[in-house]
Nanobody, 120 residues
Framework: QVQLVESGGGLVQAGGSLRLSCAASGSIISINDVGWYRQAPGKQRELVAAITSGGSTDYADSVKGRFTISRDNAKNAVYLQMNSLKPEDTAVYYC??????????????WGQGTQVTVSS
């Protein structure tokens, strides 16, 4: 059984910061490529930031310079530091990870999501 759990969401004023965490547990060997996605009401889910197993990162233009994705392989965790938050960042944030399982293969998992609300 593998679980991928996000945490760290909440309500913050515009200009504030939040740090999201995505942690994997269960019969895993490692977390490989990971993406943070978000979905606002009435909109499609979009990729916000991604990090490879080697640590290369990529960001959506809308968050460049404000968000930072990082990882702690020892903890099987990935983080999203969000600074200078704007009301348009309000969404449910999801973690998606490619996980190498002890069974010997890799598959993708989604977390349950964490709500981020930015007030103006």
């Amino acid at each position: 059984q593998v679980q991928l759990v996000e945490s760290g969401g909440g309500l913050v004023q515009a200009g504030g910061s939040l740090r999201l965490s995505c942690a994997a547990s269960g019969s895993i060997i490692s977390i490989n490529d990971v993406g943070w996605y978000r979905q606002a009401p009435g909109k499609q889910r979009e990729l916000v930031a991604a990090i490879t197993s080697g640590g290369s990162t990529d960001y959506a233009d809308s968050v460049k310079g404000r968000f930072t994705i990082s990882r702690d392989n020892a903890k099987n965790a990935v983080y999203l530091q969000m600074n200078s938050l704007k009301p348009e960042d309000t969404a449910v944030y999801y973690c998606n990870a490619r996980i190498k399982l002890r069974a010997g293969y890799e598959r993708g998992y989604w977390g349950q999501g964490t709500q981020v609300t930015v007030s103006s």
